[in-house]
């Protein structure tokens, strides 16, 4: 009797006991849901080799070749994948990838860290067939120096390189030699996708060579066909040195109407859909019944919204005006009303999870009183009692520019006016279309507007940012000039340390956030969906590894 | 002819590199990148792209090429512009033809059955029609189509791996209709406008006093002199047959001349702009030409030789 109740409590015990964990697994997958995230069972179980995997992408690249365009398309579709470098991030080591072998299997950097030494793999070939060689190497930078390539977004990192070449009698060996240390350098040369020379030395300007629009590389897929205005596909590279992928082909279907695009998700058309409104994202999903059938990704890559004022304009000269100015914002209610809330808050210049970023600086609260104190710190009062601050006899008027097509930026400079006029600062906005609005941004010609910075790599340098050698020609656009910021930016490029360098980067952190020459605003996260039969799949800033994903087979 | 072409292309040039904006801005890409462009290396690529020489000096050179049958190549990736046209210009046409063709098809007889009784049952439901037609937005009605299940597809011209006739047809299907309901309304209510006019004349009244069936004066008497008013809006039309159709192309995922111009612009891509807009010339020039020729076909008074026009 005894013995029968034990085993019958043993048994309501069990059942509990999977209650409860049913209970449990379907709390986490209602988190996941809500987060965007992917359960660890999305990277666990047998692969298995074979099928298409069909991906959404909203725009074409120009073209195919990372040589001659940045388009972010390229990078996604070509890096890692198609085109491969000595090195590459680690994309299991979130938020710092490290760099791990890739076509180099070890690398020396010299005691005065400015000769770098790559050893490359052995027994690799291109696409086509033609053997690997540190002379590909070699003759991919050699292209990105020559001035009638139209490579400059490349050529910078490059700016002090004195001399590379394949170490004398070894083909296998690369030495490179810089003129300064720059830590960016070495991960620039470790990063960068190798071409083929045999092509390259063909290649011309790039432009009008084959290779422009169907890329040779040495990545475990190879590219297959370019239908323009409808897709681009790429097939398994079975002769790849590593593990080969478990796909057979990768279709990138080109969709650039949103509402067609979801149409075309729930028919069914797409396993992997890149770049959902946030609308979509958060609700259509659900609401179509999609839910179950696809997972929810949301993830940040580095990049960051910011509102700048133009130092040069004399209302924004003074730090405490620039304080006033952040306070009159109520960010907190902007990203809940404009943004659903998806968007994460940041302070931070760097990639928000880096640990490049300090995060005991909080965006600072909505506090009108503040800024109105602040305000009349800095002189700027309404002397003359027509409504509008003023200081020397000038009115605190001032113009927002901004881009015409952004959506986020026709709701949030409205309620810009409306808060500054608050507080007795008249906002006028300005819309142009983009590219008038990168010239007017790249000469000065505003005194306040709002853009976004995007990086592909979580480490990057602020120098062409911050640094105020850059007012001129750089991405200095604010004319930011403190001496501090400037010295600590010098000193972390000359240190290839990375938690040194971090440490750095953080003190430069709070310096910006005291003088606020920004409003830093949100990080923006991708918001994709993916189909459940799609496994092995990992977000990551090195966008998706699509050598690791299979089909289930269910 | 060929003022028309130098005169739309002298234009669109000086428009398009006056125009504010840097397509060397674009290429230099304002992001935080590692390393950015310097205004030396902007200046090179200015002069890569011919972006540095005169407006007046640009056009001539422009004109040099394009006689040599030359337009150029992209500023946006590199490739000629001959051949970009080339891959957009029988996409729109696929569209552009038919979508005429049903136009006229399904508006001439409606105009005629409305003019035939006018402030009758029909005309009146007709005229509801039409204005209801030309006032829905078309971007609405696409998405509509797009979101109905109709079960048309409502992507691309080709299913994957497929080349077939109906395949091709049933892509078709949603796009020609939304490039079509509107000229159907407006050609309808040109031709029923046209054709009482000439109802009131007095040719008609003869015809009618002479016994002829009503059928007969309408379409044997009023119809053929209404369709000079319909030739002219042919002629003015015409043209439209090779710019495209941005927003129908946009929402179908149909690469033609709509979306290549329009992304041209927004990119300041000039050479793809200027090949786009010798195209209009020259589709200008044509349409012109076309609606002389047929003005003489339908009307004998118009003759296509000098000097022997009716005193």
Known sequence: MTRAACRLAIVLLAVACTRGAAAAASADAEADWREGLLPASVTQGEPSRGGTLVVRIDQEPPSLDGITDSALAIVWMLERKVVESMARLDAKKHPDYPLEPALATSWEISPDQLSFTFHLRRGVVWHDGAPFSGKDVVATVKKILDPGVRSLHLRNNFADLADIATAPGDDFTVVARYRKPYFLAFRALATLPIYPAHLLAQAGDMLHAKVHRAPVGTGPFRFEAWKSGDRISFVRNERYWGRKAWLERVVYRVVADPAVGFQLLKQGEFDLYLGLQPQQWLRDLEATGLKGRVRRIRFFNPNYNWIGWNEERGFFADARVRQALNYAIDTEAVRKTFLFGLDRPTTCHFYLESSACDPSLAPRPYDPARAAKLFDEAGWQDHDGDGIRDKDGVPFRFTFLMNADSVFLAKLAPYLQQELAKLGVAMEIRKVDWALFTQLVGEHRFDATSLRWGNSDVAQDPYEIWHSSQMKDGSNVVSFKDPRVDALIEEARATLDDARRNELYRKMGRLLYDEAPYVFLYSRPSLDAVRERVRGLRPSVAWYDLQDVWLSRK | ?311
């Open chain 2, 1 to 311: 002819m060929t003022t028309t072409v130098l005169g739309v292309t002298l234009v669109a040039f000086v428009v398009a590199r006056a125009a504010p904006g840097d397509p060397v801005a674009l290429q230099g890409d304002l992001g935080l990148r590692a390393g950015s462009a310097s205004v030396q290396q902007l200046r090179e690529y200015r002069r890569l792209m011919g972006l540095d020489e005169p407006i007046l000096a640009g056009y001539l050179r422009w004109l040099w090429h394009l006689v040599r049958g030359d337009l150029g190549t992209s500023f946006r990736d590199g490739r000629p512009v001959l051949s970009l046209l080339g891959e957009a210009l029988p996409v729109t046409l696929l569209l552009s033809i038919p979508s005429l063709l049903i136009g006229y098809l399904l508006a001439v007889p409606a105009g005629i059955v409305s003019a035939a009784r006018p402030g009758g049952w029909l005309d009146r439901s007709l005229a509801t029609l039409a204005f209801l037609l030309h006032s829905l937005p078309l971007q609405w009605v696409a998405l509509v189509l797009v979101v109905w299940p109709a079960g048309f597809p409502i992507q691309g011209l080709h299913s994957e791996g497929t080349t077939s006739l109906p395949d091709l047809l049933a892509h078709l299907v949603l796009p020609l209709v939304c490039l079509s309901y509107g000229s159907v309304a407006v050609i309808s209510r040109f031709l029923r406008s046209s054709m009482l006019e000439q109802m009131r004349q007095d040719y008609v009244r003869t015809a009618r006093a002479k016994g002829l069936s009503e059928a007969a004066v309408i379409l044997r008497h009023a119809l053929p002199n209404s369709l000079l008013s319909l030739i002219t809006l042919f002629g003015l039309t015409f043209p439209a047959l090779a710019s495209g159709a941005v927003i129908v192309e946009r929402i179908f995922g149909l690469p033609g001349m709509g979306k290549l111009t329009f992304e041209a612009v927004l990119g300041r891509d000039v050479p793809v702009v200027m090949g786009a807009v010798a195209l209009g010339g020259v589709a200008t020039a044509l349409g012109t030409l076309i609606s002389d020729l047929l003005y003489a076909a339908a009307d004998p008074r118009i003759s296509l030789e000098e000097g022997r026009a009716p005193r």
